[in-house]
């Protein structure tokens, strides 16, 4: 079991940074893909960003690419999302999850991920 905890969400000005964490139990999370999803009102959950067990490679939905950062302290067990020049279009719960499938392949579908956390609000006003 892994139990995931996010936090740092909260109400921000257009252009601001934000630096979310994703505190993970149970199981270590060095031994799993990480990674960060989204979901706006009415909209469907997307990815946002994905780290490697070993954390040399990253991937980045192209609508973050090159403002928001995914890096994970496994001394901690916490998993991290930097993100920089925030746009009123990121607006969303912000989730974290994780793949503990073993597999060398980082995913970008909801369905890949088995344990998720609870999610924390981020709003960006214009």
């Known amino acids: 079991q892994v139990q995931l905890v996010e936090s740092g969400g909260r109400l921000v000005q257009a252009g601001g940074s934000l630096k979310l964490s994703c505190a993970a139990s149970g199981r270590t999370s060095s031994s799993y893909v990480m990674g960060w999803f989204r979901q706006a009102p009415g909209k469907e959950r997307e990815f946002v960003a994905a780290m490697s067990q070993s954390g040399g490679i990253r991937t980045y939905a192209d609508s973050v690419k090159g403002r928001f950062t995914i890096s994970r302290d496994n001394a901690k067990n916490t998993i991290y999302l930097q993100m920089n020049s925030l746009k009123p279009e990121d607006t969303a719960v912000y989730y974290c999850?994780?793949?503990?499938?073993?597999?060398?392949?980082?995913?970008?579908?909801?369905?890949?991920?088995?344990?998720w956390g609870q999610g924390t609000q981020v709003t960006v006003s214009s």
């Open positions: 999850a994780a793949d503990t499938q073993g597999r060398p392949i980082i995913f970008r579908t909801t369905t890949h991920y088995d344990y």
